[in-house]
């Protein structure tokens, strides 16, 4: 079983920067990416950022250039620093870990209880 831990969220002025981390602990081989999603109040959820194993990265158009994903594998931890916040951002940011248990085993999937980003003056 893995647990994930998300912290960083808060209340941000346009503009402002946050950044959000997100910590997997418990049955993990190994790590095959990592991520950020967000749904905001009656929207469905969607990617925001992903960070694979292999050192790829993307990113949804509304933030290329203002959001950086980066992982700290030895900390199986994924950081998301937000910058330029906009109004928009506003939402529930939940983390995402695909990983795989054990080497014999498939990949599973876990996700974060989420953190609230607001964006507002």
């Known amino acids: 079983q893995v647990q994930l831990v998300e912290s960083g969220g808060g209340l941000v002025q346009p503009g402002g920067s946050l950044r959000l981390s997100c910590e997997a602990s418990?049955?993990?081989?190994?790590?095959?990416?990592m991520g950020w999603y967000r749904q905001a109040p009656g929207k469905e959820r969607e990617l925001v950022a992903a960070?694979?194993?292999?050192?790829?990265?993307n990113y949804a158009d509304s933030v290329k250039g203002r959001f950086t994903i980066s992982r700290d594998n030895a900390k199986n931890t994924v950081y998301l620093q937000m910058n330029s916040l906009k109004p928009e951002d506003t939402a529930v940011y939940y983390c995402?870990?695909?990983?795989?248990?054990?080497?014999?085993?498939?990949?599973?999937?876990?996700w974060g209880k989420g953190t609230l980003v607001t964006v507002s003056s």
């Open positions: 960070a694979t194993n292999g050192g790829s990265t």
């Open positions: 995402n870990v695909n990983y795989r248990p054990t080497s014999w085993r498939g990949p599973a999937d876990v």
């Open positions: 418990g049955m993990i081989f190994i790590i095959d990416a």
